[in-house]
């Protein structure tokens, strides 16, 4: 049993020290699921939104009556005559000329009343509300859309940093074996010692350069991991940075501007301020009409019996009030000055618009420039790389034929290490501009 004990106990101890060194694998799709988790800004936009859907569902409640239930019971201190008791049994709604013969020490009047108030100003205020709410969703999603932005290009740019480091670990491999190749030879006389510690200096300096480049990288992993919520855990990232090219239509690009975030944000809100401004409008220069309608059942004396119907008194009413506001037709007047205030807010807005349409379509032009240049230099690196490697390959068989020297080998190398570093370094800035792109288009490409 105790062996049993202490093997369990060992089992145990290794999977507690293994399992923190197993790197969880990470997909961009992954990446942004955990970061639409964890946003602060998104969870902010999410509460915004729902203040604004709830603004616009309860606006309909203006179309409800306005529905009121209230009893009264009046009790005197004193047995009055009908006479004296008529200002009691006013403040009941019930005619002095109604009262009985006695002389009631209390009374009790029920009442139940509606009353709907109109102004074509409501109609108006509720679509503003509509507009406000769908301000709100394009809010949300120009929230979304600049998170996956920001995570993406920080995704593969870490999956640059693996790529490069994977490079350099390649060439490291490299120098390792031509440093334990000059080592056999130096020891079996055929090259001059000065070879060997040529060789043994490179492949050390090249040592830290990776060291230095995998702390980078691990640095970078656990700033990504914690900004998108997972905390110190260690993670690989799987997706590679597409070398996919694609075609654009530059005019087809351009005009696609109306689908940008900002854009329809700035019109929908200009929409919902001309709702407003014809809200305010119609609720100064259109009449108001109200209508009411109660039922007020009273009993004089709440000694009588409260059954027969003869006993009760009602003094509900029906009414329709037609009210307009005269102050407010004068021009110095407060309503005057704030629909003047709101057109001109909207003109502002509308120069707002116009401006911001000018400098997306330069943003867009400049982004479609930077895509042709990268694309370019995308192609011109992949013919570098197969000079480079040539380069390599030859230099390297003379090197082991002895008829070019270490330096030449170097110097291809160096070459070859620069060329695969700028192939990845221009895939990268292709796709990040592909990236912004389709932001400022609103348009999905890839």
Known sequence: MNIRKHALLVVMVLVAVLLPLSARNLSLAEALECAMQESISLKTAEVDLATAERAYKIGFGAYLPNIQASSTLVRQNENVSAKSMGGMMSALGVPSSNLPSTDPTSAFAGNISASFSFN???ISA???TRESYKAGLISYDDTKAQLNVTISKLYYGIVLQQEALRIQENTLAAQKERMDQAEIDYKNGIVPEISFLSNSVTYENSKIDVEEARAALVSAKRQFAFLIGLGEEDINLTDKIDSTLFSFDENEMVQSISSRYDIR???AQSAALDLQRRALVEGTYIPSVAVSAGWQ???SDIKKEWGPRDNWIDNGSVSVTLAWNLTSLLPFSGSGKNIKDLKDAQKKMNLGIQALEKSARIEIMDLL???DMAENSLRTSERTIELAKASYEMASESYRAGITSLLDVRDAENQLFSAELGR????YAYLSA?????YATGHKIR
């Open 120 to 122: 074509p100003a409501m």
């Open 126 to 128: 509720i679509k503003s």
């Open 265 to 267: 944000l700035l019109k």
């Open 297 to 299: 059942p009273t009993i």
């Open 369 to 371: 420039d930077t895509i």
């Open 424 to 427: 990845l370094s221009n895939q």
């Open 434 to 438: 592909l990236i912004d792109l389709e």
